[in-house]
């Protein structure tokens, strides 16, 4: 239950405006606009989450988030993440699906976890939420979104997370890893990589299925 609480509260930055680039000032728009990225944290009903933004000219949403919904795939360029495998009875296009993961961080070892990754549309835009179904040593829980909204001639990625750690030390240790982890996509998508037509049939597959479509 309490996971599901968390879950709903991610969804109130989604939420809040009908183009979330309306969280943004003038200020951040035109530092996201010239290359940059903004980050902050932003407190809903008592909750704080990490908040980070990032701008990709030409690119488009689809692209991104074909790219984004292929987690498996992620482990190939996230630093952070060993390895992503699909529990049995989820395939890369069901929504929502779930998955173990092996990760490390520093040299780090940390513990595998067990994650329900989703996909959906909303306000002009497309997303992908995940949230932790087990806690562990270092992380009682955890819950995040990605959402993709075009701007101008490109895409503005919107990166939240929501993690209560276990104890000082893994509260430092996992906000490092989430500017980490975020820093990996926005490297790779400065990189110019195309999506695959497979990641964009799976991801349409998905989206299908809550009546949303490309």
Same mark, same amino acid.
């Given at each position: %239950?309490?996971? &599901? ?21 003038? /200020? ?28 990709? /000219? ?20 996230? #630093? %952070?993440?060993?390895?992503?495998? &699909?529990? #049995? ?19 780090? #070892?940390? !513990? /595998? ?8 549309? &909303? ?7 995940? /949230?932790? %179904? ?22 503005? %990625? ?12 893994? !509260? ?34 998905? &989206? ?7």
């Amino acid at each position: %239950m309490k996971m &599901l609480i968390l879950n709903f509260l991610l969804m109130i930055p989604f939420l809040a405006s009908a183009n979330f680039a309306d969280e943004l000032t003038t /200020k951040q728009k035109n530092r996201l606009l010239a290359g940059g990225i903004v980050s902050f944290t932003k407190v809903q009903a008592g909750q704080t989450y990490s908040h980070y933004f990032a701008y990709y /000219k030409n690119r488009t949403p689809k692209e991104l988030l074909s790219l984004f919904w292929d987690y498996q795939g992620q482990a190939t360029y996230a #630093p %952070m993440l060993k390895t992503l495998v &699909l529990l #049995p009875g989820f395939s890369a296009d069901d929504n929502p699906k779930r998955a173990i993961g092996n990760a490390v961080f520093m040299g780090i #070892p940390l !513990k /595998k976890f067990e994650m329900e990754y989703s996909t959906g549309c &909303l306000k002009g835009s497309m997303y992908s939420e995940w /949230k932790q %179904m087990k806690a562990d040593k270092r992380v009682k829980g955890t819950v995040g979104g990605a959402r993709f909204e075009t701007l101008g001639s490109g895409t503005l %990625m919107g990166y939240y997370n929501k993690m209560e750690p276990n104890g000082v030390f893994n !509260k430092i240790f996992l906000k490092l890893g989430l500017r980490s982890a975020f820093l990996s996509h926005r490297r790779y998508y400065l990189s110019g990589v195309a999506h695959t037509a497979l990641q964009e049939q799976n991801l349409r597959t998905a &989206l299908a299925s809550v009546s949303c479509t490309l």
